[in-house]
């Protein structure tokens, strides 16, 4: 009811106004025609943004998760044994590595182990009989090749092969940084490259419904593949996708989030091989690649959650316990135990069982997972989903190895939290906490995200409007390096960015203009470079997740074209294009420094600079065009007497007052 309120009241006048117009002058058409023209394209723009009705969340036939303790009994068969990880590599700088055997009542099993450089130190006997956890020492001698795991299960006498590969083998990550402009992909919502892994016989959710936003669409890898052209002549240096994980559930099994093996690509997006091919002609593109991880939990629909290994594997009671979203309550020094508990240690949602990563081998077995990929495939980092929720102290150990085994590997947390403080305590090196280092180089940065809305969206206040984006930047003590910390104006899980500004592609612009120049790593979501809309809202954003026009056979236009862009579309692309381009070829807006103005009169002024240029950024926050004279920044701009306008190229007297339409922005490099 909210939208139907908000177009009754903008145009409750309209029908007055036409009317006082006949009144004053009935044989005065052309006015009349004029406000019926606006009044009818204002409706249309309101349309445009108006929530379709609901889609229905569940498949035909099939019910929300219904929650239960899981015991740790074991399946009486096992249908498919397993040993993870799947292979290792010599030279990793990891001295342990613990091998999970899954079989049939292979707990009653003696085993031994008998290769050069690895030593069997320990074996983990749990709850459940089907499993076995062989704890290894692995030595800097160890050569590639294949150990042989000797089983004797009373009479019976097998082995299994396990396979070691070479040092030269590993992938070695690139990492991301400041340099990087990253593009946000949701895979079965970006292109359908090939139509045949649509429906794959076994997957609990085979349907595609691409009119129901909650059901796969059928985007995939090869989608991907097929569009790296378009991507790389945007400017685009890095593509996270979300996850791309085995996510067999029955239900929203589309975005990822619900890992159900965490060794094989979801095959209704590809295979582990295809995701192989599309990180190599990605860096051949000098393009890096993202995936999207969680610690925090799984599909109660993964193979181990359905034979539990042990009890504590996961965080269960007696009833359903949800999480609170509180991530205060970590470092809250008020906080009552039971609100810390239950924000650490409840569950996201009820097909979405609580990871307990105070259990060592769940530990082991996200951490070797995580390293497994990066040697695997040298994809060159990890965002991780929900990165305020799991255990604390795994998360900074975590964190930590990561970068032992990677060093300079990109790593960067989802802190959806308010306050920059609260934020910046889930960073390395912030000495916000006494004995505690979350040694996680970036985070998504909500709290920019917040004051860059705010700017967009408000009149300037003392802390609010354009004031809050200078008040959150000051605070940038905070951090040991917030040049670490992914920029973003819109993302899977929030309103698209163009909705959220009403549909005014100056403001839009001026979006881009701060995202593109202002201290982090700039990341956009797929498609808001062609202003893509969807619905406004859903509890995660799901309105926005649409998708990309032309990324499907038979769509009635490709957007990926520019002949298939409408002439805002294309306006907005190439104002993208131009400032992508420009920060990829010039260091100034990598590590460039920044000195900031603070706002006066709805005008916000900045500077990113270093030894060889000086870029200036202007917004006008205000409802009016404005002319704002450059007196007042002298210091930064001594020695410069014109500016030119990256994206226009047009060239500007320093000596006159900028000229500023409403809500614009100028982005300008200085000029002698």
């Known amino acids: 009811m909210d939208y139907i309120e908000k177009i009754a009241e903008h145009f409750a006048s309209f029908p007055m106004d036409i009317s006082r117009s006949l009144q004053k002058n009935p044989l005065n058409m052309n006015s009349l025609l004029m406000k019926i023209t606006a009044f009818v394209m204002a409706v249309m723009t309101f349309v445009k943004f108006l929530p379709a009705q609901e889609s229905p969340r569940f498949p035909e036939g099939v019910e929300e998760a219904a929650y239960r303790y899981r015991t740790a009994e074991g399946l009486p068969q096992v249908a498919e044994p397993r040993v993870a990880p799947p292979h290792w590599w010599a030279g990793l700088d990891w001295p342990e590595l613990q091998l999970l055997v899954y079989d049939g009542q292979i707990g009653t099993c003696e085993v031994t182990l008998d290769y050069p450089g690895l030593q069997l130190e320990s074996v983990d006997r749990v709850q459940n009989a089907n499993y076995l956890f062989l704890n290894l020492r692995v030595s800097p001698s160890l050569q590639p090749g294949t150990a042989q795991i000797r089983l004797s299960c009373g009479s019976v006498e097998r082995s299994i092969p396990y396979t070691i590969k070479a040092a030269?083998?590993?992938?070695?990550?690139?990492?991301?940084?400041?340099?990087?402009?990253?593009?946000?992909?949701?895979?079965?919502?970006?292109?359908?490259?090939?139509?045949?892994?649509?429906?794959?016989?076994?997957?609990?959710?085979?349907?595609?419904?691409?009119?129901?936003?909650?059901?796969?669409?059928?985007?995939?890898?090869?989608?991907?593949?097929?569009?790296?052209?378009?991507?790389?002549?945007?400017?685009?240096t890095a593509i996270w996708l979300n996850p791309v994980l085995a996510c067999d559930q029955p239900y929203e099994s589309y975005h990822g989030y619900a890992t159900t093996d965490h060794y094989q690509i979801d095959p209704r997006l590809g295979t582990n091989q295809q995701y192989q091919q599309l990180v190599d002609l990605c860096h051949e593109r000098g393009i890096k690649v993202i995936m999207d991880i969680v610690h925090n939990h799984v599909g109660d629909q993964h193979w181990m959650i359905k034979d539990l290994p042990e009890e504590d594997w996961i965080h269960q009671g007696a009833q359903f316990e949800k999480t609170t979203y509180r991530a205060p309550t970590i470092m809250d020094p008020y906080a009552a135990p039971e609100d810390r508990s239950q924000m650490l240690d409840g569950w996201f949602d009820r097909h979405m069982p609580d990871l307990n990563q105070q259990n060592p081998r769940v530990a082991r077995y996200l951490l070797q997972n995580n390293i497994w990929w990066v040697a695997e495939t040298g994809q060159d980092g990890y965002r991780i989903d929900t990165y305020p929720y799991p255990d604390p102290g795994f998360m900074s150990w975590w964190a930590a190895a990561m970068q032992q085994v990677f060093p300079g590997i990109g790593l960067f947390g989802e802190t959806w939290v308010h306050g920059p403080a609260v934020q910046a305590q889930f960073t390395q090196g912030n000495n916000l906490q006494e004995g505690y280092n979350a040694h996680l180089p970036g985070v998504t940065d909500f709290q920019m995200h917040y004051a860059m809305l705010e700017a967009l969206q408000q009149g300037q206040g003392w802390t609010s409007g354009v004031a809050r984006l200078y008040y959150t930047l000051a605070q940038d003590f905070l951090y040991e390096d917030p040049y670490r910390n992914v920029l973003f104006l819109d993302n899977h899980d929030l309103t698209r960015i163009f909705i959220a500004l009403g549909g005014e592609l100056e403001k839009y612009k001026s979006a881009m203009a701060l995202l593109m120049t202002l201290r982090g790593i700039p990341m956009i979501y797929y498609g808001t470079e062609i202003l893509m809309t969807g619905e406004p809202g859903g509890a995660f954003g799901e309105g926005g997740r649409i998708d990309f026009p032309g990324g499907w056979p038979g769509d009635k236009v490709d957007k990926f074209k520019k002949k298939g862009r409408t002439a805002e579309e294309q306006e907005a692309f190439s104002y993208v294009r131009s400032l992508a381009q420009y920060r990829k070829e010039n260091p100034v807006l990598h590590r460039g420094k920044l000195m900031q103005y603070v706002p006066e009169d709805g005008v916000y002024v900045y500077f990113r600079y270093d030894v060889r240029k000086t870029v200036m950024v202007v917004y006008n926050a205000n409802e009016a065009p404005k002319a704002v004279s450059t007196s007042r920044f002298a210091r930064p701009m001594q020695g410069y007497a014109s500016a030119r306008d990256i994206a226009t190229g047009d060239v500007f007297s320093l000596l006159s007052p900028l000229q500023l339409p409403a809500h614009g922005a100028l982005v300008l490099e200085l000029l002698p």
């Open 168 to 236: 030269e083998g590993i992938g070695q990550p690139a990492g991301i940084g400041p340099e990087d402009f990253i593009y946000l992909i949701m895979p079965d919502r970006f292109a359908n490259g090939d139509t045949g892994n649509d429906v794959v016989p076994g997957t609990q959710q085979t349907g595609i419904d691409r009119a129901n936003v909650f059901f796969r669409h059928g985007g995939d890898l090869i989608g991907i593949m097929e569009h790296l052209d378009y991507l790389e002549g945007l400017g685009v």
